[in-house]
């Protein structure tokens, strides 16, 4: 227990630290907002979880973990008409590998398009996505390694209403990586680093020139997804002879187009905590934060027997609470299963 | 005006009558056919029209009573592409004049070779509200390459003389065109004329004559003093006015000037003239009057302390759009190149008037002229009661002012989209930015409020605060303040945010909350 309350006095001093650098103001809002309702309901908290799912996004080298072919589904509706979801397939390569693919998704289905004489143009629904394609390899039975690359595709749908300029509605990111690290220590402890955002580029940043228009009528615009160093804590108990288990993350944000930047202002800290107990048997109720978002999840195992074949299922539920904005958000769900 | 994200949505329907503007984006106001009402020229996303816009004096404002509108031809506008960005002052307005027997004209500009709109078409007159078109033939001429570009034979300048029912206009490098409907407006005498700078005479443009801009300088600019009904010309080589024998003399102060336009009004009887020209690569500006018969001297720009300022007028760069006259003050609409200042200068007796505002001369959105920070396009006259001359400004996205105290106090005339109480509505306008443009949140309070402005990254973190309680009171239409309530684009520490959608929340001190929606293409970070 020593540990755990050393690992919340870090995250509370990481809480409030000097945060000159804004988050919200950079790209990589998918990213950030996570994939899964089952652990949407804990915190977001998935990165040293090797039951993770989808497990190229949250730390490739979940994925070393697999043992059968697995498919998670997650969709939400946030208030303020935001949209989001994610789906992954992954399962095992040889007795060492896994391999992974995960696609994050959010978007807004009722953006008003006024222009500058005060008229409504129509409706758009712009969308962004973040695709990941993740690799991970056995070291031992309690280490894995993983890679995955990743691309973002966003769409502003809104070029329609732009008949005397050559809006682009669509834009491809660069491929950049993500590199993860997971050991299992023992049955009750686990721990992962995962590095988010390299690029093949100067200072491995991931940085690229977007240009809205064709024929340069506006001006050019630059993506800057900070690097994110993610570290990972688990840890797995009984409490009332049912299994309880606690997930902690520490997330480094740099937002600087440099390799390593020391100053503090180019950096955000943030952190994610969550618990998640089963009340009944296969049945889980959990709670999260994530820097300050409240959630609460509920989560129901079962099997469906088909023909001679059993087919496990997983569904969850997450209730969130954005507290800076004070919105609500009670629709978010998922389901993963495994095929046997 | 790139920040700004400019559109042409073209209405399938050409000809309507509606009850608002063609659009917020006005360029000429000028008196309508009858006491009380105006025209107004619109240049916007929905396309380009007038509207003639009847008003009543309330107790405290100027109220709409009705609008009526109608569009022009898809293909055709009134307002060249380069009214901002034309760097010498000839260019950088949208003629225009009420007369009793045309109505309302304004130029008819088609698209050049490079499809945009420069090509000068002749003009388009209206009368009651429907949009009369009537094309003018070009003079076949021979013309230094110098000034074979559109722009160069473009209508610089309206004149009528009611006596005669002529309607005079200035051609640039062709001169100076008649447009006599003493008969028939349907059966109207057309002639051109070029100023000969030797003898002073107006010679009649005959078929291929060769144009020679030293001897038959290009025509700017023109005006008919309301009292001798005599042509003064504003040209390339200096400032004329005809005589008794219809001969022109030069004007000696300016004979050397490049004179870009001349206005006549007011009483006394007030002549203004601006002189620009680009000396390596930079435009030199000078505004002069002749006040009451007296030789023209420079405009004097005294400070708030009484001190003159020399060259305010050319440092400023401002050009002259429109010049409006009421008793012995004169109101000149000017802006800079592309528009960043602009504003009304007053002049009395002595020179401009100044205030206690960081620009002493310019009455813009600080003194109330508009509502808010955009370019003041034009500026007129116009009677609204039978005792009382007001003033009406148009601006490029917020309609169009008026005042009828002589530029006291301001009415703000613009087309809105109602927004529900309490809060009720949060509309971005526009809801698509780039990174150092506006979008104004536009809400409605039922009482006095305190108000919260913040803005919101899709994953519901605050990137910027805009304005933090602060009252703003209760209004039948909106209760936003333009100069104030709107978002850039940029986070609290000045960067611009990631292209994406952004969340606007309105709190109020009374438990009401409002939420609204915009989308920022970027900018750079650099």
């Known amino acids: ?340 | 005006m790139l920040k700004k994200i400019s559109v042409l949505f073209f209405c399938a329907i050409s000809v309507f009558a509606a009850e608002s503007l063609v659009s917020n984006f006005t360029f000429a106001v000028a008196p309508g056919p009858s006491t009380g009402t105006l025209w107004v020229l619109s240049r916007g996303d929905a396309g380009s029209g007038v509207t003639l816009v009847t008003l009543a004096l309330g107790e405290s404002q100027v109220n709409v009573i009705s609008m009526k509108s109608d569009f022009f031809d898809q293909k055709k506008t009134a307002v060249h592409d380069g009214v901002f960005s034309d760097v010498t002052g000839e260019t950088r307005r949208t003629p225009f004049l009420y007369t009793e027997k045309l109505g309302f004209v304004v130029p008819m500009l088609g698209l050049d070779s490079v499809e945009s709109f420069r090509q000068p078409e002749g003009f388009y007159s209206v009368k009651t509200s429907r949009i009369l078109e009537t094309p003018l033939d070009e003079p076949i001429v021979e013309l230094d390459s110098a000034y074979s570009s559109p722009m160069a034979k473009s209508i610089g300048a309206f004149a009528y003389d009611t006596s005669t029912s002529v309607l005079w206009f200035s051609r640039g490098i062709l001169g100076i065109e008649s447009y006599d409907v003493s008969g028939s407006i349907s059966d109207p005498k057309i002639s051109n004329f070029v100023l000969d700078a030797k003898d002073g005479s107006l010679d009649t443009l005959n078929r291929n004559k060769k144009i020679n801009a030293s001897e038959n300088p290009p025509i700017f600019g023109l005006s008919l003093h309301p009292e001798t009904s005599m042509l003064w010309l504003a040209t390339e080589k200096g400032l004329y006015h005809q005589t008794a024998n219809r001969s022109f003399e030069k004007v000696e102060a300016l004979k050397d000037s490049r004179v870009t336009g001349v206005w006549i009004g007011g009483t006394p009887i007030q002549i203004i003239a601006e002189t620009s020209a680009r000396e390596e690569s930079v435009t030199k500006s000078k505004l002069w009057r002749s006040w009451n018969g007296s030789d023209f001297k420079e405009v004097v720009f005294r400070d708030t302390l009484g001190k003159i300022q020399k060259d305010v007028y050319d440092k400023a760069d401002y050009s002259v759009s429109n010049v409006a006259f009421i008793r012995n003050k004169a109101f000149l609409a000017v802006q800079t190149i592309e528009g960043s200042i602009s504003g009304l200068v007053k002049l009395d007796s002595i020179g401009a008037i100044p205030w206690n505002h960081t620009r002493q001369w310019l009455y813009d959105v600080e003194a109330g002229v508009l509502n808010k920070n955009t370019i003041l396009t034009s500026v007129a006259a116009i009677p609204l009661t039978d005792d009382i001359m007001g003033l009406a400004v148009s601006s490029y996205g917020s309609g169009i002012s008026v005042s009828a105290d002589s530029g006291q106090t301001w009415s703000h005339i613009l087309n809105q989209t109602a927004v529900k109480d309490n809060l009720g509505t949060i509309r971005m306008i526009p809801s698509v930015i780039v990174a150092g443009g506006e979008s104004m949140v536009a809400y409605k309070v039922g009482q006095k409020s305190k108000i919260i402005i913040e803005v919101f990254s899709y994953d519901m973190r605050r990137v910027r605060t805009i304005v933090k309680d602060v009252v703003r009171e209760e209004n039948a239409v909106r209760s936003s303040k333009a100069t104030e309530d709107f978002w850039d684009g940029l986070d609290d520490h000045g960067r611009p945010c990631a292209m994406g959608v952004y969340y606007v929340r309105v709190k109020d001190n009374h438990g009401h909350v409002g939420w609204g929606k915009v989308m920022t293409l970027g900018g750079n970070r650099k």
């Not at chain 1, 908290?45 to 799912?53: E, H, K, L, R, V």
């Open chain 1, 1 to 340: 227990m020593k540990k755990i309350a050393l690992l919340c006095s870090l995250l509370v001093a990481f809480g409030y630290a000097d945060k000159k650098a804004m988050l919200g103001s950079f790209d990589g809002f998918v990213e950030r907002m996570g994939a899964s309702a089952h652990e949407l309901g804990r915190g977001n908290t998935g990165s040293a979880d090797t039951s993770a799912q989808p497990g190229a996004y949250w730390n490739p080298a979940l994925l070393s973990f697999r043992t059968q072919l697995t498919y998670n589904l997650h969709a939400e509706q946030r208030s303020l008409d935001r949209t989001g979801g994610s789906i992954g397939v992954e399962g095992r390569v040889g007795k060492r590998m896994g391999v992974g693919f995960a696609m994050l998704y959010r978007g807004d289905h009722a953006f008003d398009v006024v222009n500058d004489d005060d008229e409504t143009l129509g409706e758009a629904s712009p969308y962004f996505s973040i695709m990941y394609l993740g690799f991970a390899y056995r070291l031992s039975r309690r280490d894995g390694l993983g890679i995955s690359f990743s691309m973002s595709y966003d769409n502003l749908d809104i070029s329609e209403y732009y008949d005397d300029i050559s809006l682009v509605d669509g834009y491809q990111s660069p491929v950049s990586f993500n590199l993860g690290w997971v050991r299992q220590w023992n049955e009750k402890w686990s721990t992962s680093v995962v590095i988010r955002n390299l690029s093949f580029s100067k200072n491995l940043s991931a940085v690229w020139t977007r240009n809205p228009s064709t024929d340069n009528s506006v001006i050019s615009t630059e993506g800057v997804r900070p690097k994110v160093l993610q570290i990972g804590v688990g840890y797995r108990n009984t409490l009332f002879g049912k299994p309880i288990s606690a997930w902690m993350e520490a997330l480094d944000y740099q937002i600087a187009d440099t390799l390593l930047a020391f100053d503090p202002d180019r950096h955000v800290w943030t952190g994610r905590v969550g618990f998640e107990y089963e009340v009944i048997p296969n049945g889980s109720v959990s709670l999260g934060m994530n820097d300050l978002n409240f959630s609460f999840g509920l989560g129901y195992q079962f099997n469906i027997r088909i023909g001679k074949k059993r087919w496990p299922f997983d569904v969850s539920y997450a209730l969130l609470y954005e507290s800076e904005a004070n919105l609500w958000n009670p629709l978010s769900f998922g389901v993963r299963g495994w095929i046997p």
